[in-house]
Nanobody, 122 residues
């Protein structure tokens, strides 16, 4: 059974940084495109960034450009978040899909992690 697990969330002050990790069990994460999604309080889940198997990156959310970076290495996917703002608060999910191309269609991501809470507050 394939499972994804996120880690690295928590409380951070505005302007701070945080790195989220996503690991897969039951299969090799390297075979999948990995998307990072977030759900702000009271809002729907949205795709933020995605990285293909070949490490091509697609940005879907303009508000995080130049602040968030997605990467992958040795079976783990990362979301590096810098200059965090209160509006970045939410639950962050990683998701995996095959074939290995990115998409903003959430229904095409087969495997999802349970999510990790990120709170940006002073």
């Amino acid at each position: 059974q394939v499972q994804l697990v996120e880690s690295g969330g928590g409380l951070v002050q505005p302007g701070g940084s945080m790195r989220l990790s996503c690991v897969m069990t039951g299969d090799a994460l390297d075979y999948y495109a990995i998307g990072w999604f977030r759900q702000a309080p009271g809002q729907g889940r949205e795709v933020v960034l995605c990285i293909t198997r070949g490490s091509e990156v697609t940005h879907y959310e303009d508000s995080v450009k130049d602040r968030f970076t997605i990467s992958r290495d040795s079976g783990t996917a990362y979301l590096q978040m810098n200059s965090l703002k209160p509006e970045d608060t939410g639950i962050y999910y990683c998701a995996a899909r095959r074939p290995y191309l990115c998409t903003d269609d959430q229904s095409l991501y087969r495997h999802w992690g349970p999510g990790t809470q990120v709170t940006v507050s002073s």
